[in-house]
């Protein structure tokens, strides 16, 4: 079993940064960010696999970076140049193998806003 706790989020203005972290309790393998806004369905941000490989939605590409501290057992999503259609509620997954769908991931964090201000 494997638990998720994400922090980080707030409000940013356009053209800030922000950090979002997601600690892990447990063995974790890919983990990933999804977000979901309000009225819409939760769609994949990024994610990255035991070996550091990343895979990022076209639409946060070059704009974010997600990242892994494999001793702190975290995983980071660093927002850059965020856009107000960024808003939306952040969450953490974990899954055994890659994959860009909600169903691909078993575990899930708790979720954490994130409101970008033009």
């Known amino acids: 079993q494997v638990q998720l706790v994400e922090s980080g989020g707030g409000l940013v203005q356009t053209g800030g940064s922000l950090r979002l972290s997601c600690a892990a309790s447990?063995?974790?393998?890919?983990m990933g960010w999804f977000r979901q806004a309000p009225g819409k369905e939760r769609e994949f941000v990024a994610a990255?696999?035991?070996?550091?490989?990343?895979f990022y939605a076209d639409s946060v590409k070059d704009r974010f970076t997600i990242s892994r501290d494999n001793v702190k057992n975290t995983v980071y999503l660093q927002m850059n140049s965020p856009k107000p259609e960024d808003t939306a509620v952040y969450y953490c997954?974990?899954?055994?193998?890659?994959?860009?769908?909600?169903?691909?991931?078993?575990?899930w964090g708790q979720g954490t806003q994130v409101t970008v201000s033009s």
């Open positions: 997954a974990a899954a055994y193998q890659l994959g860009t769908r909600v169903n691909d991931y078993a575990f």
């Open positions: 447990g063995r974790t393998y890919v």
């Open positions: 990255i696999t035991g070996s550091a490989s990343t």
